[in-house]
């Protein structure tokens, strides 16, 4: 029995390099199945995955959230948090123009360009979080305190 192949992506690569323990957890991809499909296949808590949100500010400044699968983001308290008059989700080719990744497969690791972060607080208090690896159908299991090491996002409570 061989062993499936995946993918070394520019967020595996990052990790890599960052010395991040991780395992890889691949999934069957669902076009706008999100986190549940993802959770569902990989026999986990909704509430573990973490979606990478890229949105931008008014003045059309990228920027990542952090944010648990099963909530949503208020983008009206987040605009306040960092003193902006609006935050709205980006186009999927702008999120690809930012980041290098396809949306449902966006990470925030290895980003084509440097991009403000943020993170739910909540998330890092989980024991282990399920996180996009860069390719649609592709998680990356590991500890939020790896996440804050190497990304060193602003926490926020954004969460709705």
């Known amino acids: 029995m061989t062993k499936e192949k995946l993918p070394v992506t520019n967020a595996i690569r990052f990790l890599k390099e960052h010395q991040v323990d991780f395992i890889e957890r ?3 991809y669902e076009e706008k199945g999100g986190t549940e499909v993802a ?5 986990v808590d909704e509430h573990l995955t973490v ?3 890229v ?6 400044s990228p920027l990542i959230i952090l944010m648990h699968g099963d909530k949503e983001v208020s983008t009206k308290e987040l605009a306040r948090i960092i003193g ?12 690809f123009k930012h980041t290098g990744y396809m949306v449902g497969g966006i990470s ?9 972060i943020y993170v739910e607080e ?5 024991p282990m979080i399920y996180i996009n690896a860069g390719k649609r159908g592709l998680l990356c299991e590991m500890s939020p305190k790896d996440l804050v090491r190497v990304l060193n ?3 926020v409570h954004v969460a709705r």
């Open 26 to 28: 691949p999934y069957r």
């Open 39 to 43: 959770a569902k296949a990989l026999g």
């Open 51 to 53: 979606k990478t949100l």
């Open 55 to 60: 949105m931008e500010d008014e003045n059309k």
């Open 84 to 95: 902006v008059k609006s935050v709205t989700p980006c186009s999927p080719d702008t999120a």
């Open 108 to 116: 925030p690791f290895g980003t084509k360009k440097k991009l403000p």
């Open 122 to 126: 909540t998330i890092l208090s989980l």
């Open 153 to 155: 996002p602003t926490v």
